[in-house]
């Protein structure tokens, strides 16, 4: 008999161990993916998966059906693929045509909102090295060197789905330039920048949400970053179009690069986001 007691304490006692276990999930869908208009969000890829994404802005709609509001005037193009180690940790490489820029980059999710609300909000952080590979053969003096073309940036993403409808997410965001040369694709011409992202989403239907983004500065007299757009989730994509003053698509040069007016120098702007299972999870 006693042994008979033990056997079913301990089987009963297993299953209550795994039915807390699932009892408090994790908050899902907080973004419709690892990024949304230009920030990186807190949305996490699973285990063995990888994130391809290919980011689009064009020249600004003010130029009228002249210039096909912007379209004529050719796009600064990113491609990206991030993978996940597990669930928490993944890294990225990216290239946009904007400087013929190239970024590594890593993303860590230090806490995961549940249900429960004894973890009320996701945390997330991402560090990025790029590097500036144009030509500037045309320069009289010396071309940069690797050192002088490097840049960095780190971002903090605070985020929390408030409802069944809306998430916001916060990104404190800093980016540093080794040496800002006038040849530079960007605006500012100091090495430090300092920006606090706000990003939201307003769920319309199961599939679709509307998106914003607004990144002032904290440290220059540069134009704050504003965007709006749709998110669309169709056939395993995720599709993202939006309207934004920035033609910058990387980190480092999205706080830097400058910004045109809002409702003046908006320009049209697409992301193609696909997930890819890369092995048996």
Same mark, same amino acid.
């Given at each position: ?65 002249? %210039? ?59 560090? #990025? ?13 010396? #071309? ?8 960095? #940036? ?24 080794? #040496? ?78 400058? %910004? ?22």
């Amino acid at each position: 008999m006693p042994l008979l007691f033990l056997l079913l304490y301990g089987n009963t006692h297993a299953q209550l161990e795994r039915k807390l276990v699932t009892a408090n999930p994790e908050v899902e869908l907080i973004f419709h993916a690892p990024r949304q208009i230009n920030l990186m969000t807190v949305e996490p890829l699973e285990e063995k998966t990888l994130h391809f994404a290919i980011m689009h802005t064009f020249g600004p709609l003010n130029g009228g059906i002249r %210039n096909l509001y912007g379209l004529d005037n050719g796009a600064n193009i990113q491609f990206s693929f991030e993978y996940a180690f597990d669930d928490r940790f993944s890294l990225g490489a990216s290239r946009s045509g904007r400087d013929k820029f190239y970024n590594l980059y890593g993303r860590y999710h230090l806490l995961r909102q549940n249900k429960s609300g004894s973890v009320p909000f996701s945390l997330s952080m991402m560090g #990025a090295a790029g590097v500036n590979t144009t030509d500037y053969a045309f320069l009289q003096e010396e #071309a940069p060197d690797f050192s002088e073309r490097s840049s960095f #940036a780190f971002q903090f993403m605070l985020a929390r789905k408030i409802s069944d409808k809306i998430s916001l997410q916060l990104s404190p965001s800093l980016a540093y330039f080794n #040496a800002p040369m006038p040849a530079y694709l960007i605006e500012g011409d100091q090495q430090l920048y300092l920006a606090l992202g706000i990003s939201g989403k307003y769920k319309l239907t199961g599939k679709s949400s509307l998106t914003l983004q607004w990144i002032p500065n904290l440290n220059n007299d540069l134009r704050s970053n504003v965007g709006v757009g749709i998110d669309i989730e169709a056939g395993g994509h995720v599709f993202q179009m939006y309207f934004v003053t920035s033609q910058a698509l990387n980190e480092q040069y999205l706080l830097a690069g400058g %910004n045109g007016v809002p409702g003046e120098e908006f320009r049209l702007g697409f992301n193609v986001n696909r997930i890819f299972a890369t092995g048996s999870r």
